[in-house]
């Protein structure tokens, strides 16, 4: 039987109402995750458990406190993120110093029209916007909710705002679940929009909508499908190429191909969500094998340990996840069976 400890942690006013939420909701979670007792005796914390989760709960704690004393909301997602560091923490996570969480929050992109600063949210995050500032081309692979297109937007909209491109050219190849252009009522443009709303979204929420029409309008920000970009140049641009995984191979080609100087590229995907017929290969799949060992071209793989969507999402993307590596061993194993007959 595990022996029960306890060990304390003295935490300031502001401290304590960050760190329990309404209703003391996150130190709640943190509990029931953890399997400890946390109770307040005036300030300060009592952790009460086994030494390893007490040892855990202390630490998360202490990152949400450090987090506080930045003058930062704790949001759910931070303190999810603070139990996840704690039960299963990466190579990478555990090779940080200080508090991970404060290193991560530091790190402001830039501000929606509202004021709530755009910042990375895990590490997986942090190491692609990172990439974004160092290299021209950046592959930004992964799920549903990693914030692949986001913060590549924001990365964009600081660019333009400060100079340092001359517009935003923001593309997605227009391929969705099986339906064809030709069978969507309206002309051109209204067919074309439902795909690329998210890119509209985005840019609405970041810029404003005055600002976003107004540069449009003047060609500073152009929102087009993927099939307008062929026989072009693009100088002094940041592009973002969405939803790569439905481009063909030769569409992905044409792409790169068309980018010129002081310009910068970001392309997202999930390759776990084609919308190709089963027999074309995809784009997205080939560029990673060829252009892997290129300079200045980035790789930044995002797991379902980088979704900052609803808890639930992270779950149903782990299952996904599992669920895929779990027939790519079977299929692995029937391949060795099938040999080993032969």
């Keep these: 039987m595990s022996k029960i400890t306890e060990k304390t942690i003295l935490l300031s006013i502001d401290e304590m109402q960050s760190i329990f939420g309404q209703h003391d909701k996150y130190i709640r979670k943190i509990e029931d995750n ?3 007792e946390i109770i307040d005796r005036s300030g300060e914390l009592h952790i009460i458990g086994t ?13 949400l406190a450090g987090l506080s004393d930045s003058n930062n909301d704790i949001e759910e997602q931070s303190v999810n993120y603070a139990i996840q560091l704690s039960e299963d923490p990466s190579e990478e996570e555990e090779n940080e110093q200080g508090s991970v969480l404060s290193q991560i929050d530091a790190d402001v992109i830039c501000h929606t029209i509202s004021g709530k600063p755009i910042k990375p949210k895990t590490l997986g995050q942090k190491k692609y916007v990172d990439a974004i500032r160092k290299n021209m081309i950046v592959f930004g692979l992964g799920p549903a909710g990693t914030g692949k297109t986001y913060l ?20 997605r190849p227009a391929i969705e679940a099986g339906e064809k252009l030709g069978f969507l009522p309206g002309d051109l443009q209204s067919k074309v929009d439902p795909y690329l709303r998210p890119l509209y979204d985005a840019l609405y929420q970041i810029m404003g909508a005055d600002n976003f029409v107004k540069n449009m309008e003047k060609g500073l920000i152009e929102v087009a499908p993927l099939a307008y970009m062929r ?25 790169l191909t068309r980018i010129g100087f002081g310009s910068k590229v970001i392309i997202t995907g999930d390759a776990t969500q084609k919308d190709l017929p089963s027999d074309t290969k995809s784009g997205l799949d080939v560029a990673s094998a060829v252009l892997k060992k290129i300079d200045d071209i980035s790789f930044c793989n995002l797991t379902s340990r980088d979704v900052v969507r609803h808890p639930l999402v992270q779950k149903i993307v782990k299952a996904y996840e599992d669920f895929e590596k779990g027939k790519k061993n079977e299929s692995r194993v029937s391949s060795i069976k099938k040999r080993e007959r032969h």
């Design 34 to 36: 953890l399997g400890v």
């Design 51 to 63: 030494d390893k989760d007490v040892s855990k709960a202390y630490g998360i704690i202490k990152e």
């Design 152 to 171: 590549g937007m924001a990365m964009a909209i600081t660019a333009f705002q400060k100079g340092e491109v001359e517009r935003i050219i923001l593309t």
């Design 231 to 255: 026989g072009r140049t693009l100088d002094n641009a940041f592009i973002i190429l969405d939803e790569a995984q439905n481009t063909t191979p030769a569409q992905m080609k044409m792409f």
